[in-house]
């Protein structure tokens, strides 16, 4: 690859606010080698995302120009044109502007667009609203929210704000440019349209301008070629373009970011410590600016990396909750739309071999039919659960990561009360606050250290089991389920079936982990004492 120097590049590059928090050294590859990135395959699940950002958006765009006055929408063949047209919708006033795109601005190197501006009715100008396919609110108080049909910030009584950085600073960005052609309201707000969209939430921009000030001037320099940037691992890698050639890169120099990605690589390459040698023989104390989670942990993580080994006990004991009655439980969704799958698998001590069966409602999603199949689901689980009391046995239902499993239950017994057999919120809270629902997530959590990530992908092979389908993770279950249901064409049964193989695999995946930290565990992986003691001998 070339030098990352400015000589050569143009002055006039441009970024949108996407790049702001994306990872600064795929925006420099995405800037510098943009003819090789055309040529590499769009990641599915980042296709399947962009799909339904853009069914979201046409939904709400439907929504508006059925309801709202002075409605216009920005239609062109280039980005050049529309931006011509939107500025003439400005001129002239109108009150609300789709699909509009802001002239990009070769002097201060943005470009972007917004799904809609309003004509703020108060101090005229325009205020920007975005559209996202993500949750901007959560239950709660505090969120100053307007309605659709009129601008009217107010307080909201029954929704809290859920912390969304790269929508304020979309929004700074398109206020910035706003302001830049003489078009942005005295007040400096912007709008964002979340998934369901129930409301608008209002940002105010001045709390944020200062932070995307100086990122915008720090994503500037790197595109332009000005910033040196080197690979480091972060969330995104999993799904970006460049990650083929950056982790070979990063094995070989032994990178710190493959044991404490993110800020945590950040914060230990600024006390000079860029690999995992390095970081596995710290002596000192923790850094001062060390961001969050445990800095013993990411030391014996770079630790047991080094060594070859997969997991680190923390504890000498290895406990899991176990019972007579065993109920393995795994939820597939589909993005927000809801739970289309839920899975199970019984274990009866001393009865007959485990059984698995899935509560599965094929209609695409959003489906009534959905409440139907968790209903058959949970009373399914509670008789299991009634059973075992009634005989004198103890019960236990497990999942690998609690959070979407809980979010679903619960969500389910909202969106489906008056579905027969849907439990109450209440009913739900009781059973998923006892003793009786675990968590084995958890529980590796709390008693290994896993420099590999604590995914059930990357943990149960270390029990000794492997998923049937080489290509079984999250983001494919997505398209093998719009395969399924038939969103783009007929449905495929084969796809039907091949999801619940996976969703079977994973259940049986809980079991073999589980079991073996009950049985094996303990003699199998090491503590990070008998680690070093091993190594201090040889």
Not at 96 to 112: D, F, K, M, Q, S
């Amino acid at each position: 690859m070339k030098s990352q120097s400015a000589a050569g590049r143009e002055p006039s590059v441009l970024i949108d606010a996407g790049s702001l928090t994306r990872c600064r050294h795929r925006l420099y590859l995405d800037t510098a080698y943009s003819s090789l990135l055309r040529r590499e395959p769009e990641n599915p699940g980042v296709r399947q995302r962009r799909e339904a950002a853009q069914t979201h958006r046409e939904a709400v765009r439907a929504m508006f120009a059925s309801d709202v006055d002075g409605w216009v929408e920005i239609d062109a063949p280039d980005a050049r044109t529309a931006a011509e047209r939107t500025l003439a919708a400005c001129k002239r006033g109108d009150r609300w502007i789709w699909n509009a795109v802001l002239p990009a601005e070769r002097e201060t190197g943005r470009r972007g667009r917004s799904e809609m501006l309003m004509l703020d009715p108060e101090g005229g100008g325009y205020i920007p609203i975005i559209v996202v396919n993500h949750k901007v609110t959560d239950p709660g108080r505090g969120a100053l929210t307007t309605s659709f049909t009129e601008w009217a910030p107010t307080v909201d009584a029954s929704r809290k704000v859920r912390s969304q950085l790269r929508d304020a600073l979309r929004l700074a960005h398109l206020y910035r440019m706003l302001d830049f052609e003489g078009l942005a309201s005295p007040n400096a707000v912007g709008g964002a349209i979340g998934y369901r969209a129930e409301c608008i939430l209002v940002h105010d921009l001045t709390s944020v301008f200062a932070e995307y000030d100086a990122r915008f001037a720090d994503r500037l320099s790197v595109a332009r070629g000005e910033s040196f940037t080197v690979p480091s691992q972060v969330s995104e890698c999993r799904s970006c373009s460049w990650w083929s050639d950056c982790e070979p890169q990063l094995e070989a120099n032994r990178d710190v970011s493959l044991v404490a990605s993110g800020s945590r690589a950040d914060a230990l390459r600024a006390q000079g410590v860029s690999t995992i040698d390095e970081l596995a023989d710290w002596t000192g104390a923790e850094p001062e600016n060390w961001p969050f989670g445990s800095f013993d942990d990411s030391v014996a993580a770079a630790t047991a990396w080094r060594a070859g080994v997969p997991l680190l006990r923390r504890t000498d004991v290895v406990t899991v909750r176990r019972a007579d009655v065993e109920v393995d439980v795994d939820m597939e969704s589909y993005q927000e739309h809801g739970a289309y799958l839920w899975g199970t698998l019984l274990t009866e001590k001393g009865g007959p071999k485990p059984v698995y069966r899935g509560f599965v409602t094929w209609d695409p999603l959003p489906t009534v039919d959905e409440g139907r199949s968790f209903a058959e689901f949970w009373g399914w689980l509670m008789s299991k659960r009634a059973d075992a009391a009634a005989q004198g046995k103890t019960f236990a239902a497990y999942c690998y990561s609690r959070q979407a499993e809980d979010k679903w239950l619960l969500d389910s017994a909202r969106r489906f009360g008056d579905v027969p057999g849907v439990p109450t919120e209440a009913e739900i809270r009781e059973f998923i606050d006892s003793d009786q629902w675990v968590d084995i997530y958890q529980a590796v959590s709390d008693q290994f250290i896993c420099p590999n990530g604590k995914g059930l992908k990357k943990i149960a092979p270390v029990a000794g089991f492997h998923w049937r389908d080489d290509e079984a993770g999250g983001e494919a279950s997505m398209g093998w389920y719009r395969d399924a249901v038939g969103y783009d064409a007929e449905p495929d049964p084969t796809q039907r079936e091949r999801l619940l193989v996976y969703n079977e695999d994973d259940v049986q995946a809980t079991k073999v982990l589980r079991e073996w930290m009950s049985d094996r565990a303990e003699i199998e992986i090491p503590t990070m004492e008998s680690l070093r003691a091993g190594a201090s001998r040889a």
